[in-house]
């Protein structure tokens, strides 16, 4: 992956929010365009995170924070990330197990 594919990704403004050492980090340790994008706002998402400590800039920066959750969420829905596909059977216990 490229500089450019992920900036293609996520956009503009998120690239502009990422340092060069993050972006170096995520075009090295991922190959996956779809999953660096998802942890990319993953990171976004936790790095806005404001608090009231902040004054003025609360507001703006819990709109930011807000919109990079969503975008994270988005991702993770498309990706079906978290979901667990064994079988059913996997998920029976027999009754008798835990009685004495």
């Known amino acids: 992956m490229t500089e450019e594919q992920l900036k293609l990704e996520i956009g503009s403004e998120a690239f502009l929010d990422l340092t060069p050492d993050e972006v170096a980090h995520f075009i090295s340790e991922y190959s996956d365009i779809k999953l660096a994008g998802m942890k990319v ?15 003025k800039l609360y507001e703006k ?12 969420l988005q991702y ?19 009754r008798s197990k835990w009685s004495e």
């Open 76 to 94: 993770v829905k498309q990706l079906s990330v978290g979901i667990h596909t064994g079988s059913s059977q996997a998920n029976i216990i027999e």
């Open 41 to 55: 706002f993953e990171l976004l998402w936790k790095k806005f995170k404001p608090t009231y400590r902040m004054g």
């Open 61 to 72: 920066e819990s709109d930011r924070y807000k919109a990079y959750k969503e975008i994270f």
